[in-house]
């Protein structure tokens, strides 16, 4: 039962893992998809701006993969290395974008890479040529391709190595509550009448009218035995072997002791004694 339940635990643990990463993940991406997408539009509406076009339409970004996006335009139109530049570091700080990614300024006709550059953290790795130089009016489209880099990769897997260590906490825990629950409530509910008397096997104790008596290891052991086979006659060499041998511990006239113990505690209810067996063993009778 144990080892059943921990293997379903084991696969619970794992799928709700599994979905939590697959929603989390679908959800980065859609969000970092729509946010792209608006950035771009913004930085192609201040180009035109700064064309003094206020007429002429931003076309559709297109995601051309996963990290590379288009933006074009409906008209022609003039750009000026410097302020490409500056429009789209300002749009792309202000939505949280990486630091890390290549732009390329293309002809639509030829495709031709009119003007690129590369932006890094580091500014002193960010590579920015020809900032000077106007590109006169013609008909462009932007491409914008994102840097993976090792820090968020890195950042992801920590973000998931965290999130599946809590879920495996979390299931340990509930496991070791549910299993404490159980062995109380066994303990509490293993009752076993006995005449007049209840015996709580667990609690090492009789209980008659409210009114308890301690039982010592051994005794209990003792009328555990009893109980389970009620007049029948229980031989010595099986009383002192499950009692004692079993453990290790060889008696002489232990058992003969422990039964004396046992009679003086059950002496109130005269519908049930431990008779003597002359020469074979002890038999618990029960009217």
């Known amino acids: 039962m144990s080892k059943n339940f921990n293997l379903a635990s084991n696969k619970t643990v794992l799928y709700i893992f599994a979905v939590i990463a697959l929603f989390t993940s679908c959800t980065t991406n859609e969000n970092f998809l729509e946010r792209v997408k608006v ?19 931003v076309l559709p970004v297109q995601q051309l993969n996963e990290l590379t996006f288009k933006l074009s335009f409906q008209n022609n139109l003039k750009i000026e290395p410097d302020s490409l530049v500056t429009i789209v570091n300002r749009n792309f ?3 949280n974008f990486s630091a890390n990614y290549i732009l390329e300024v293309k002809n639509c006709s030829s495709e031709e890479v009119v003007y690129s550059y590369e932006m890094r953290k580091k500014e002193e790795k960010a590579i920015i040529p020809c900032k000077g130089r106007l590109l006169p009016e013609d008909c462009y489209f932007i491409e914008v391709q994102f840097i993976k880099t090792s820090t968020s990769n890195n950042s992801q897997f920590i973000f998931y190595g965290l999130l599946f260590l809590i879920v495996v906490l979390g299931v340990a825990v509930y496991q070791k509550k549910r299993k404490r629950k159980t062995a109380t409530i066994n303990n ?6 006995l005449g007049s008397f209840e015996f709580y096997p667990e609690q090492n104790k009789l209980v008659k009218q409210a009114i308890e008596i301690s039982l010592s290891k ?11 086979r009620p007049n029948e006659i229980i031989k010595r ?3 002192t072997k499950r009692v004692w041998e079993d453990n290790g511990v060889v008696v002489g006239r232990s058992l003969d002791t422990y039964i004396s113990k046992l009679r003086k505690k059950l002496k109130d209810d005269t519908s049930i004694k431990i008779t003597n067996i002359h020469g074979v063993g ?3 009778e029960i009217d």
């Not at 539009?41 to 007429?55: A, C, F, I």
């Not at 509490?188 to 009448?193: E, G, K």
């Open 39 to 57: 950035s771009l539009r913004n930085v192609g509406h201040q180009l035109l701006l700064s064309n003094e076009d206020t007429t002429s339409l």
């Open 218 to 228: 051994k005794e209990c052991e003792l009328l555990e035995i009893f109980i389970s």
């Open 237 to 239: 060499e099986e009383l």
């Open 282 to 284: 002890y038999k618990l």
């Open 188 to 193: 509490l509910s293993t009752v076993l009448t």
């Open 93 to 95: 700080k202000v939505s």
